[in-house]
């Protein structure tokens, strides 16, 4: 499905989220240890967690992710995992090496941990052997040929040391690496210049779920955190919800389909694209319905969320939410009107000469794929209640 339907479009990336090195695949929430660390997580003799071979049979003798990365490339497309940030407490537990050191994983943790996964501690970065520990994880991680990271438990809260020790094992690893860092419940929008220096996404929100409130609710993080949009540099306003859920989800609420009403879908994608926050689905991709890979797949869409510049919101009322970035290169813009009120008879006027437009423009849909009339002075789309709008605006 990615190769056939999607990689077309431009998405590139395959992975594998978390818990990957928990054995019994079909265990639903987040899934525990017991004290005496049953059940074991599968690990080398390093401390380093490994993919569980009754999930991963390709994992089998240390392999690792290896064959799946090789597949994956072998698509022309690039894979990626889900890590928790820190040492496994069993490791800690039975004192392992850390490699190429004299020193034992239990000589560099602390006691923080996660409050909702209570596999891993912390790592004191002021340890000697603590930098050693993340460097061969990345080595390990650059042998099975991972091209990007998500390191979740690490900005909420603030682990500083602890990000600047990740991103140093990436630069010595030898490999280039995409560096995600999450939850964002609570991201310091203080520590925007270090999440700057040292990763290249970073969540600004909890979990972003299939509800209207919770869709609501990201156009005032996302427009929080929109000076820090840049190249190599994006505020993660989380997953796309779309599609069938829950799988084996965190909330125990069993595979079900998206919540979201169509208009509500497409406010989503529109704000996503275009406040230009990383692309994730979280669906299950072997069953998409046709209007979830219709949404997808939108070469002019996907345009705006990988090449505008200058994103920012134009303004906000109580009915209304309009979006403008620029085009690289060009006088055009692109222009998104979101209807976030529960009436659809609701219009919101954009005025042209405010996004420096003097005289008549063509306008063009960019989800209805068509050219719309010509205007001058002010431009006042319908949308419908929860939906949004898409435009290019040309000279």
Known sequence: MMELHLKDAGWQYILIDYCWYYPYGGTLGNPPQTEDFKPSLSMDDFGRLLPAVDRFPSAKE????KEIGDYIHSLGLKSGIHIMCGVPKEAVAKKMPIKGTNYTVDEIMNYTTC???????GVDMSKPGSQEYF???FELYAEWGIDYIKIDDIVSPYYKEEIEGYRKAIDNCGREIVLSLSPGNQ????MAEHLKLNANMWRISGDSWDDWESLKRQF??????EKHIGPGRWPDADELPLGTLNKRGPHDHGERESNFTTPEKYTLMTLWSICRSPLFYGGDLMVIRPIDLKLLTNKEIIAVNQNSTNNHQLFRTESHVAWVADIPGMSDKYLAVFNISEDSKFKAMVKLKEL????????HDLWRRKDLWKFKDGFSPAIEAHGAGLFRIMQ
């Open 187 to 190: 991201t310091p929008i203080e």
């Open 135 to 137: 460097n061969s994880l």
């Open 115 to 121: 409050s909702w996964l209570n596999h891993m501690y």
């Open 62 to 65: 240390g392999m690792g992710f």
């Open 356 to 363: 420096g437009f003097e005289s008549v423009v063509s306008i």
């Open 220 to 225: 005032a993080y996302i427009h929080k955190w």
